[in-house]
């Protein structure tokens, strides 16, 4: 593997609620081109890493790298404006509000000054229609609702915006959680294009399945620790979902649905 | 890797039109614009009139600009209270602060004797203060704006009220109108505009004139000016201007807003001090109108605002609405009002009229949006 500069490094990074240790001592490292996957149950601590990457929470103890230079963000307009994008579980969509209304939402593109300044609506519809269609998704009226949109394509429009505005960090979060097999699969080939576009990405997730295809890396949460880092090629999809999941708890799953099926077949047996 | 194909490749005529794109009729189009419904009643309630009171001289020339007068006058605080609804909020307090800053106008003037222009400007002054209180409380406190604007409707009322006796010991100030000629900020706020062209075409015989051989009508109101000019410029913001999209947005969901850049709150106390200062430009008008202030002026007309907003297809819940459909529905609101009065029904009738108009507005509302968010 290459070995540059990582895109973005947290160092040993804490967060302390009060009493509550959400996070402690994590470490990793995400090089650009590359997807690095963040797993974990619930409560894991996901959603307090994603929150400390993009400015939400600031650590309580260590210290975050972009690029090679420490940064501390104020707020997450702060953590946006240096590059890292994140594309949050509820979407940051607004149903009623057109396609391209919303891919400009906050940073609309502007022609005329003074009291004529307006909104550059012919360029900002074809800016969105063909950011769109980069990404294979072929939206006849970038004026019409986003609510027409499917989920898929919804997470697609958030994450095209959040490239075309110049993202070099990527953090994703649960993007495929609530979507169906056909339409995850556009938002991981988007994730897969994404990466070879040099971006840095973080893609927070509870799917294995989703995870492995388009991942480099891995990175286990439990109870708010790290449980390591992996390259994809030291590591299993098996043994992800192992370590995941807690072996032992499988394990006994795994006896339990043995047990579950003796007794299926025994009950055929006798009919 | 399967390669994405440019867009140009999807599209080999190359930036033309999507062929899949039908072109759907005007009316078809026009069906998913919010104020489709009020234009729909506008015309509605204009026929039923044409057929009702005519002959009746409320279509004559000044028969129009008294409905019209009615109608802007309501359509001043609709456009804000638009604006406000499709960021997400409401303002209860408009009717009361268009006593108080009526009582902030004459007061002065009437008691101290100030200028107009400097009581107008303190009124003024005080409305953007209420209106940044109020933004500042919502956003501060979390609150829905309703209680916030609720507590100043009774505050600002209590005010108006309070500040008056105690200062003149009356609850009315008449006598303003000698102090208007002359003013530069109080012209802006009286009389008519355009009456040369008025009395050109009177004497051209275009409009009719009365037995002193005046015409009919003599200019347009200023207040329909204000209207206007105010509904022209809430429907430029709202269409054209990146501002227009930030309160589409804070009113859409204002936590997605947020995470996208948009200032939510300084667009909610900005919309919210619009609001208190249209409610000044109402109060302005009435008090140059009538020479008069009272601490009563304005009763439940920030819910005759939100009337006509929600008539003019706006969601109470934001994020959708238009400042045409809202002064389409003071439209509505003042060709009812004046034409229950020229038909010879009794007035007693005009409130029953007005709220079943409001049920079907939100029902007519609750289903076009269903309609928009399908698939078209």
Redo the contacts between chains.
Sequence with gaps: MTEHKPMIEMCNVSKHFGSVIALSDISLKVHSGEVMCLLGDNGAGKSTLIKTLSGVHKPTHGEMLLDGKPVRFKSPAYALDAGIATVFQDLAMIPLMSITRNFFMGREPTVGWGPMKRIDWKYADRIAKQEMAKIGIDVRDPGQAVGTLSGGERQCVAIARAVYFGAKVLILDEPTSALGVKQASVVLRYIAKARADGLAVIFITHNVHHAYPVANAFTLLKRGGSLGSFRKEEITREEVLNMMAGGAELESLDAELAEFQRSDQQQSQVA | ?NS????EA?NPAG?QQ?E??RKLPFWKRALSRPEFGALAGTILVLAFFLVVASGTGMFTPSGIVVFLEVAAQLGIIATAAALLMIGGEFDLSIGSMIGLAGVLIAIPVVQYGWPMWMAILLAFSCAGLVGWANGYLVNRTGLPSFIVTLAFLFILRGLAIGISRLLTGRTQIGGVQDHIPGDWLASLFSGEVGTGLFNWMASHGWIGTNFAGNPAVTGIPVSIVWWLGLTALAT?ILL???Y???I??SG??A????????PVRRVKVSLFMFTALSATVFACLQVMDTGSADTLRGMLKELEAIIAVVIGGA?LTG??GSAIGAALGALIFGMVQMGIFYTGVNTDWFKVFLGVMLLVAVLFNNFM?KK?????
Excluded at chain 2, 4 to 7: A, D, I, N, R, V
Excluded at chain 2, 255 to 262: D, F, L
């Design positions: 890797m994405t194909p440019s867009p999807n930036g999507d899949r794109l430029w054209f201007t990146p227009g999209n930030w589409f947005a859409g969901d936590n997605a807003a947020r995470n996208s850049g948009v969601l994020g959708y949006r928009a968010l399908e698939a078209k």
